[in-house]
């Protein structure tokens, strides 16, 4: 079946770093990744979406890179600030509910200090 | 546009109790999805909707119903809550433009569940 990992230890860096989170997928080839970000309490934002054919796709501070080789999508934020401290998830599309729906990853936790 | 809204913010269960939880959506969307998210286990899929009338599984159905009898919202019941059932409860929808996969998920901003 197909499998989605993320780093499940938060990851602390100082302000102003780049940030980079892993998602590792097994079992499957997706078309396309998304990434969300979750703050506590609350629910999922959608940030970024890439095809396969991409390979990096950018937004402001963040980039997402897709290696259908290596089957990772890697997520950076430059110039992190504690405003970004979250937990952020990848989701591929879920092959097991017919394409409609997608597999969310646990998340890795992000905290950036001062 | 409210977006994506949950009714109840919180809710306390006996065992064997019955509940309903409500999404509504005001931004004419065709798919509607119910997960539950738990510590260390992240976001799972109960049930979804690709349409008004129409309902499917996920990846974690049992103990759960859904109706979508109007577009613009979906209900999740519980006919007998237990306490495996606790957690807290997202609703989100899509648009659907493009069956799915690549649209954005709207969320809203949970049910957080207990069940004694």
């Known amino acids: 079946s197909q499998k989605i990992e993320q780093n499940s230890e938060a990851l602390n860096i100082q302000e102003g770093k780049t940030a980079t989170l892993t998602c590792n997928y097994t079992n499957y080839s997706p078309a396309y990744l998304q990434w969300y970000r979750q703050d506590p309490g609350r629910g999922p934002v959608f940030l970024l979406l890439i095809r396969e054919n991409e390979k990096e796709k950018r937004k402001e501070r963040l980039k997402v890179t897709f290696d259908t080789t290596l089957k990772q999508s890697l997520f950076h934020i430059t110039a992190s600030q504690p405003a970004d401290s979250a937990t952020y998830l990848c989701?591929?599309?879920?092959?097991?509910?017919?394409?409609?729906?997608?597999?969310f990853g646990k998340g890795t936790s992000l905290l950036v200090t001062p | 546009n409210a977006g994506v809204t949950q009714t109840p913010k919180f809710r306390v269960l006996k065992t064997g109790q019955s509940m309903t939880l409500l999404c509504a959506q005001d931004?004419?969307?065709?798919?509607m999805y119910w997960y539950r998210q738990d510590p260390g286990m992240g976001l799972r899929l109960i049930h979804y909707?690709?349409?008004?009338?129409?309902?499917a599984k996920g990846e974690v159905p049992d103990g759960y119903n859904v109706s979508r009898l109007k577009k613009q919202n979906f209900l999740l019941g519980l006919e007998s809550a237990a306490p495996s059932q606790t957690s807290v409860y997202f609703c989100?929808?899509?648009?659907?433009?493009?069956?799915?996969?690549?649209?954005?998920?709207?969320f809203g901003p949970g049910t957080r569940l207990t069940v004694l």
């Open positions: 931004m004419n969307h065709e798919y």
């Open positions: 989100a929808s899509s648009d659907g433009t493009s069956g799915g996969p690549t649209d954005t998920q709207y």
């Open positions: 989701a591929p599309p879920s092959v097991a509910n017919s394409g409609y729906a997608l597999n």
């Open positions: 909707s690709v349409g008004e009338g129409t309902t």
